[in-house]
């Protein structure tokens, strides 16, 4: 049988390592399969899923030109589906909603968003990178406009 790409075969736990497992194929050929690889959930430790001499069913996702070849247990399954959102459509006509009073003005193109609750890391992840941007360009903006300047040197 041919190991190619996209193929699914059995295979058997012969190492673990912090970023990943290599795993025996079929013809004596090996394989690593990626921490990223292991599951859809976050992986931190490999060896809280996956331990030595356990068989595995893997799918071949690469072979690179040193005959490398990369394997994935999460691809042999279909991904799992997402818990449906809490909470629903807003009430009151879909717009931005009024503004209460006081508070300062935020500068044109910044649009603030409730947090919402983060269900896996992907969308965790995307949530931080969405804050931090914000943040990011807030503080270029004040610092373009001259304002909130540390240390206090000034010229005298």
Avoid: C, W
Avoid at 24 to 37: D, R, W
């Amino acid at each position: 049988m041919e190991l190619a790409v996209g193929a699914i075969v059995d295979g058997k736990v012969t190492g673990i390592t912090k970023f990943g497992a290599f795993v025996a194929l079929p013809e004596g050929k090996s394989g690593l399969v990626h921490i990223s690889e292991i599951a859809y959930s976050y992986v931190n430790e490999v060896s809280d899923h996956l331990r030595e001499g356990q068989e595995v069913k893997v799918k071949i996702i690469g072979i690179d030109q040193s005959n490398r070849i990369n394997l994935s247990i999460k691809q042999v399954e279909p991904p799992p589906q997402r818990a449906p959102r809490q909470g629903g459509p807003r009430q009151g006509g879909g717009g931005r909603p009024p503004r209460q009073g006081g508070g300062a003005q935020r500068p044109m193109g910044f649009v603030h968003q409730a947090p919402k609750e983060p269900t896996d890391f992907e969308d965790r992840l995307k949530q931080f990178m969405q804050s931090s941007d914000s943040k990011l360009s807030e503080l270029r903006y004040i610092e373009k406009k001259g304002g909130n300047r540390r240390g206090g040197g000034g010229r005298r």
